[in-house]
Structures are given as C-alpha cells and as structure tokens.
C-alpha cells in the first residue's frame, strides 16, 4: 500500500501545474516531443521513413512552448534571444516562400533524374554556386526540399534550373504527377505553355554571395552523380562570361565525375557547350573525364573523356 501511495503522489507530483516555480506537466509534454523528435531522427527510421521524420520534427513549436511554461519566465530568458532569432528568420522564410513560381519545363533522363526549369521572380539573384528550396503543393504543403541551381544566371533572365535526382517517396511522386501530365498533354502544347497543374514555390536563393569561382585560373572539380549540378552552372557561367567578353580568370578547368552507369552520361548535354559559346576551346582548355564505376551490364566501369582544346 506505501508503494502504491508513493507512485501515486509522485504521479500526482508530475501532473502538477505550479503558477510559479517549475510546473511538472508541461515539463513531461516537452520531454515527451523531444524524445519522439529523438527517436525519428535515428537512421533506422530517418531512411526508411523520411516522411514520419520530418513531420514529426514539426513538433518543435511543442518542444519549445512547453519548455518556456515548465522552466518559468526568468530561466527561459537565457534562450529567448536565440528562439527570437530562430523565429524571426522562420517568418522571413515563410513571407519569402509565398511566391509561386511556373515550371516552364520538365524532362527526365534514363538515369533516374528530372530537370525542371522554372521561372524566376525579378528580386531572385542568384550565382552559379546558389541553390533554393523547393516545394510543390501538390505534393506536400510543408515540405521544402534543397536543390543546386544547375543553371548559370547568364543562361536567362527569366528562368532557372535544378537537376533533381529520385530517390526518396517525394520526389518519386514529383517523377510520377510529372509523368502524368506528359500523357493527358500533347508535347506540342507542353512547349507552348507552362505545366499549370503543377503549384511550385522557391525559396532562396542561399550560397555564397560571391562568384569566387570566377577568382581562379585553374579549377579542379570533383563529382560523384548527381553531385556535377552546381559544376554545371559553373561551367554554363564561365563559357557565357568568354562569350560575352565579361571579366572570367579561368583558363583551364578538369572536371572529375564518377558515375555508376553509363545512364548518367546525358546529363552532361543539359549544358550546350557549343551553343553558348562556339569559340570557347580558343579560350578555355576544358578537360572532362568521367568514370563509370559500375555499368548495367555488372562489368567493370570504363573512363571517357572529353578536351575542350
């Protein structure tokens, strides 16, 4: 009977709602939404359920609310400059994010990898080395996904673009509502209008705000997969720059791409070299190599490469 009686003031001690000092209950709230945050963060369940992740970590806003009502107003003073700030930059991403931007085109490639390009609001500037957030309505309306600008902003005033690479369930069904579009529309019509079934917003961009890619005579760039998008935009903004005549340092540029399969070869043509700058091996020695570590065939992997001069 003492054991019971014990367990039941302590449990009676932990649904307590104290006006001052420390109150238990919203206490075990906030340690409750932080262990479930803790628990979906673990790779176990983060991989396989990206989603439960995320939206569990929409708790947040508990954690935090609770916290401030457990500790009392002068302890939660300590973090209230941080949280300020935290929420602060929160509502300028949220007054950001409110624009709504066209897809004016969307491809896919054998590899697994949709292009989209998207129109870009007049105060959106970006570099090569940029990238923003995504979010299709139709999808999610909380989910924000990032994505390198694969795109250089002398490519066009009005329209930017993102290599995106499908692996998890957001972007399966970002391939999939595309797709299906593509069926209900004739391919004349999708080149003669935007994809207006498709709500995307863009937040951004972030990066560095200088072009210090500009800054350097020899660049070595090393990538794997869908990692050669932000060199894209780096090769697509020096060729626009020699072509133009702007000021552009680099002079001899080797980049390095691993691949597993061959499949992956096309993305390299999302960048019309030759289009953009006819003259450019006059300029620039360019120097491609790629690696194909694992083709489709389970043979081992060749090299191939391509001399710009």
């Known amino acids: 009977m003492k054991m019971l009686s014990f367990a039941h003031s302590r449990f009676m001690q932990l649904l307590e709602w104290k006006k001052i000092g420390i109150a238990n209950l919203p206490g075990v709230i906030s340690l409750l939404a932080g262990l479930l945050m803790w628990v979906t963060s673990l790779p176990g369940v983060r991989r396989v359920n990206f989603e439960l992740f995320f939206y569990t970590h929409q708790l947040y806003v508990v954690f935090v609310v609770f916290l401030a009502l457990h500790v009392g107003d002068f302890i939660f003073c300590f973090a209230a400059g941080g949280i300020f700030l935290f929420m602060l930059d929160r509502f300028l991403r949220f007054c950001q994010s409110r624009r709504t931007v066209s897809v004016l085109s969307a491809r896919t490639f054998p590899c697994g990898t949709l292009e989209l390009v998207l129109s870009k609001p007049a105060n959106l500037h970006y570099n090569a080395l940029g990238w923003v957030f995504l979010q299709v309505r139709e999808l999610s309306w909380l989910q924000w996904h990032p994505f390198s600008v694969s795109s250089s902003p002398l ?85 626009h720059r020699i072509n133009d005549g702007k000021s552009c340092l680099p002079r001899n540029i080797l980049i390095i791409w691993a691949v597993k399969t061959s499949d992956e070869l096309p993305l390299l043509h999302t960048v019309g070299m030759d289009s953009i700058c006819p003259t450019f091996s006059d300029s620039l020695n360019l120097e491609i190599q790629t690696y194909v570590t694992f083709d489709n065939q389970n043979l081992p992997g060749n090299k191939f490469s391509f001399f710009g001069s």
Do not use: C, M
């Open 155 to 239: 490519d066009g005033k009005h329209h930017l673009a993102i290599l995106i690479k499908v692996l998890g369930d957001w972007t399966q069904k970002l391939e999939r509502h595309i797709s299906s579009i593509s069926e209900k529309e004739p391919e004349t019509e999708q080149l003669l209008r935007p994809y207006s079934e498709i709500t995307a917003s863009v937040e951004g961009p972030y990066g560095h705000e200088s072009p210090y890619h500009l800054t350097y005579e020899n660049l070595i760039l090393v990538a794997g997969g869908i990692g050669i998008s932000p060199f894209l935009a780096i090769l697509s903004d020096v060729l």
